[in-house]
């Protein structure tokens, strides 16, 4: 059974900081991409950034560019966000997801999903 744990939110001031974590169990990790979402109330969800797990490429939505870093621990099946900087519009519940597959930045496209995780409600305060 494919079970993907998000873990890591909270509440944090403007500027502060947060580390995300998915932790991913029942999948042959390199076969993978494991991307972070996000959505806001009343807001479509999107994708902010990804990780394929077999060559460690890194994507990322353009508003989170130089403040946020996704890396991946294999031997952990674990994927991590961190997220410096914050601001208040990143405030939102936060998902991760995993795509097989994956084919270039294909794993910030929510379509491309096959395995959803609960969401971590992340709120920054201004």
């Known amino acids: 059974e494919v079970q993907l744990q998000a873990s890591g939110g909270g509440l944090v001031q403007a500027g502060g900081s947060l580390r995300l974590s998915c932790a991913a169990s029942g999948f042959t990790f390199d076969d993978y991409a494991i991307g972070w979402f996000r959505q806001a109330p009343e807001q479509a969800r999107e994708g902010v950034s990804c990780i394929s797990l077999s060559d460690g490429h890194t994507y990322y939505t353009d508003s989170v560019k130089g403040r946020f870093t996704i890396s991946s621990d294999n031997a952990k099946n674990t994927v991590y966000l961190q997220m410096n900087s914050l601001k208040p519009e990143d405030t939102a519940v936060y998902y991760c997801?995993?795509?097989?597959?994956?084919?270039?930045?294909?794993?910030?496209?929510?379509?491309?999903?096959?395995?959803w995780g609960r969401g971590t409600q992340v709120t920054v305060s201004s």
């Open positions: 997801a995993a795509e097989r597959h994956p084919t270039s930045s294909s794993c910030l496209n929510l379509y491309r999903m096959h395995f």
